[in-house]
C-alpha cells in the first residue's frame, strides 16, 4: 500500500501513550532470552508497541514443532535460526528498529558474554531450569528491570494468566522448581521480580507426537497452545510498557 510512512503504525499507539511515552519507549534497550513460544510474541508486542533497540537470544532453529505457537514458525521457515527469522518479521514491522540477534545458549558458562549492565530491561523467555536460575540471579543484580514468565505449557484457559511477584507465584510446577533450587543452593536474587505465570496444570492426552529437533532438547516435551503462550508474552510486553508508563507519567 503507497503512501504509509514508516513510523504511520505507531499513531494509535500514540494516542493513548503520549509522545513523550512513544520517546522513552524507542529510547530503552531491551535483551529477551527465549524466542519460542512466550518469547515470539513478547517481541511482537514490544516493537509494534514502539520499542527500537532489542536483543534477541535463542540457539534454537525453527522445527515442524513450534508451527503450533510460535509466531515466526510457519512450514516456509522450518529449519532457519529463530532469532533471525523473528528479527525479518520485527523489521517488516518497523523496518527503523534496531534488532540485535544472538544465536546463543545462556548459561552460567556464556553469561559474562552478554553485557547485562548494559540493558535497561532483561526479560526471561527460557526454558531451561539450569539456565532460567542463572539468569534470574544475574538479572536481578544489575540496575535492569527484570520480568520473567514462567510455565506456559498444559494450560488451555487464557483466564487464568496472571501476574504476581515472584515469591507469591502458586500452582506453576517451574516457579516451585525455581524457589526450591534457589533454597537448596542459598542462592538468592538480588530483588523482587513480576512473573507471569498460571496456575492450571492438565495432563498430555495425546502421544507422544512429533519428535523435538530443537538443537537443545528438554528433558521433557509437554503440549501448549497458541493462544496461551502469546497471552504470556504479550503480558510480559505489557510489563515493559507499564513499567515505562509509570515512570514517564508518573
Known amino acids: 500500500m503507497a503512501g504509509i510512512s514508516a513510523n504511520h503504525y505507531s499513531a494509535r499507539t500514540e494516542l493513548l501513550l503520549g509522545a513523550d ?34 536483543t534477541l537470544v535463542d540457539a534454537d532453529r525453527i522445527s515442524a514443532s513450534n508451527v503450533n505457537r510460535q509466531l515466526m514458525a510457519t512450514p ?23 534488532i540485535e540477534t544472538l544465536q546463543q545458549v545462556f548459561s552460567a558458562e556464556t553469561a559474562e558474554e552478554f553485557a547485562l549492565d548494559s540493558y535497561d530491561y532483561i526479560l526471561d523467555a527460557i526454558d531451561s ?12 543484580h544489575t ?26 507465584v502458586r500452582g506453576c510446577p517451574l516457579g516451585a522448581a525455581l524457589r526450591k533450587k534457589f533454597k537448596q543452593n542459598h542462592t538468592w536474587p538480588g530483588h523482587k521480580f513480576r512473573c507471569v505465570y498460571d496456575e492450571e496444570v492438565l495432563p498430555n492426552r495425546g502421544g507422544t507426537g512429533e519428535a523435538e529437533t530443537d538443537l537443545f532438547k528438554k528433558a521433557q516435551i509437554n503440549g501448549s497452545l497458541a493462544h496461551i503462550t502469546a497471552i504470556f508474552g504479550m503480558t510480559l510486553a505489557g510489563l515493559v510498557i507499564e513499567d515505562v508508563y509509570n515512570k514517564t507519567v508518573g
Open 129 to 140: 531450569l539450569k539456565d532460567k536460575a542463572e539468569l534470574i540471579l544475574r538479572a536481578t
Open 143 to 168: 540496575p535492569a528491570v527484570f520480568f520473567c514468565s514462567m510455565g506456559a505449557a498444559l494450560k488451555i484457559d487464557p483466564a487464568q494468566v496472571r501476574v504476581a511477584e515472584f515469591w507469591n
Open 21 to 54: 511515552v512513544m520517546a522513552r519507549l524507542a529510547g530503552v534497550r531491551v535483551i529477551l532470552f527465549g524466542v519460542g513460544g512466550v518469547g515470539s510474541w513478547c517481541a511482537e508486542g514490544l516493537v509494534r508497541s514502539g520499542v527500537k533497540h532489542l
Open 76 to 98: 516456509r521457515t522450518v529449519g532457519q535460526v529463530k532469532v533471525e527469522a523473528l528479527r525479518d518479521r520485527l523489521l517488516e514491522i518497523a523496518p527503523d528498529a534496531e
